[in-house]
């Protein structure tokens, strides 16, 4: 038996999967978002590390098989600033958080976003790392002082349970990332962080390896020498465990994010700023990667709004038709703004075309459409040209898969099993190891989603959204 672990932004998730890849059991532990002051996210790194132990052990509770690999991912970017021995010197900043808005709009005034860009083809947002520590090293420098690693999620897990300091490429990649490989000198020093390069931790390719320790086997269960695998981060392992690895075929995973990724083999850096160039740990294979703010967060808060819930979205779906009676919507309701297919700090949301005759039914399916078409508008930013494969916890939805498909003008192939990144972690922790794996069985999509009459509707919705997007735009900055 394999486990995969996925340590997401408000749930931690242990996943046991047979050799043939089936799915045999999951278990589930939420995680607490704080919120110390408007704008700010954090979380408290020893809390997220107990959840690892947590859904672990759970999970061995109800499977007893001995287990041969523990392969870890998690949410990408944010700060994590742990010593020595992967403790925290202060809590975990998200990636949704906002504090360092001022310092991206600094960068993309003076130069700087456009200069990363063209050194390794990402964008800079309020939650990567370069921006956090910049903010960190101007209002919080003891903390980066106290610090060894300015880390990402995943690999404080795997120096919990190891010991091993290191990061994988895809991690790496953002925002300090070589296309090379390793950490940029350009990137550093155009960001004014090369006196912290020392907080970075060794790239290790194609994954970080080692095995439990005794503490790590205490915490989880598993015994003590276990494999410990520890990569690619959420975004490149579902696009893993999806089976997207031809360029020009991508994937769209509708969860708290709208994570809209394409692979590629090269790195694009060719015309406006927008979006990221991901690393996979194997040469000439990138992923082109929008990860919009918006996605289910947007969902559940204006079902919170209406008094619904989630059991209610197919019977509000129904009960409005396509465009919504009129009521169309910019999802940009994150508090850090936009990051893909553009980077704006200040983006907010949009209602237009609201009246006193419109009801719950026509603002939730406004909002749904809303996310369906900032779907679109990344993955054509990201060159999607071939088939498209979707996971997420919104894909759960057919009403709203239905939308997507419409939007798209497009099959969705549904990947197989609920847990697409912990699944493409697996994978890729067994080739990490050397060990055979059939990857095109483990990642077949499970079922086909054709979009329907609707879509030349959508199609002209679609153009009505880049109109309403490109006259509030010049707004944000004003407010």
Same mark, same amino acid.
Do not use: F, N, Q, W
């Given at each position: 038996m394999y486990v995969g672990v996925d340590v997401g932004t408000s749930v931690t998730k242990a996943v046991a999967f047979a050799e043939s890849g089936e799915q045999l059991d999951c278990e589930v532990v939420d995680t607490r978002l704080s919120h110390p002051s408007p704008g700010l996210v954090e979380q408290d790194t020893d809390e997220v590390v107990d959840s690892v132990g947590a859904v672990i052990r759970g999970l061995l509770d109800r499977v007893r098989e001995p287990v041969e690999l523990l392969a870890l991912t998690g949410q990408g970017d944010g700060l994590w600033l742990v010593d020595d021995q992967g403790r925290p010197v202060r809590p975990a900043v998200s990636w949704m958080d906002g504090r360092a808005a001022g310092t991206i709009r600094e960068w993309t005034d003076s130069g700087v976003a456009d200069a990363v860009f063209q050194a390794n083809g990402n964008t800079l947002f309020p939650g990567c790392a370069a921006a956090l520590l910049a903010h960190l090293d101007a209002h919080e420098p003891a903390a980066l002082?106290?610090? #060894?690693?300015a880390a990402y999620c995943k690999d404080v897990v795997f120096q919990r349970l190891t010991g091993v300091r290191a990061t994988d490429a895809s991690d790496a990649s953002l925002p300090f990332g070589d296309p090379a490989g390793g950490y940029s000198e350009?990137?550093?020093?155009? #960001? &004014?962080? #090369?006196?912290?390069?020392?907080?970075?931790?060794?790239?290790?390719?194609?994954?970080?390896?080692?095995?439990?320790?005794a503490a790590g086997a205490a915490a989880t269960g598993l015994p003590v020498g276990t494999p410990v695998t520890s990569g690619p981060f959420d975004l490149p392992a579902c696009a893993r465990g999806a089976g997207v690895v031809h360029p020009g075929d991508g994937m769209l995973i509708i969860g708290t994010t709208l994570a809209c990724q394409v692979a590629s083999s090269t790195v694009d850096t060719s015309g406006a700023p927008a979006g990221m160039n991901l690393a996979t740990g194997t040469p000439g294979r990138f992923l082109r990667a929008m990860p919009a703010m918006v996605g289910t967060a947007s969902v559940d808060w204006v079902l919170r709004l209406t008094k619904s819930t989630v059991d209610d979205l197919p019977r509000l779906l129904a009960a409005a038709p396509p465009g919504a009676r009129g009521v169309s919507v910019l999802p940009y309701f994150a508090p850090s703004g936009e990051r893909a297919p553009f980077v704006d700090p200040f983006a907010r949301g949009q209602f237009s075309g609201l009246t006193l005759q419109h009801d719950a039914a026509d603002?939730?399916?406004?909002?749904?459409? &809303?996310?369906?078409?900032?779907?679109?508008?990344?993955?054509?930013?990201?060159?999607?040209? &071939?088939a498209l494969a979707v996971s997420g916890g919104g894909a759960r939805s057919d009403a709203w898969l239905r939308v997507f498909a419409d939007v798209l003008r497009r099959p969705l192939h549904i990947a197989q099993g609920t847990q697409v990144g912990a699944r493409g972690a697996v994978v890729a922790g067994l080739a990490a190891l050397g060990r055979p794996v059939d990857e095109a069985g483990w990642t077949g999509s499970a079922r086909v989603v054709e979009p329907g009459a609707a879509a030349d509707h959508y199609e002209r919705g679609y153009q009505r959204y880049l109109d309403q997007l490109a006259a509030a735009r010049p707004l944000w900055g004003a407010a």
């Open positions: 002082d106290r610090a #060894t690693t350009a990137v550093l020093k155009a #960001t &004014g962080l #090369t006196h912290r390069a020392d907080l970075l931790a060794p790239v290790r390719t194609p994954l970080p390896v080692g095995e439990l320790h603002v939730v399916r406004a909002v749904c459409e &809303g996310i369906a078409y900032a779907a679109r508008h990344c993955l054509e930013a990201a060159g999607l040209s &071939g």
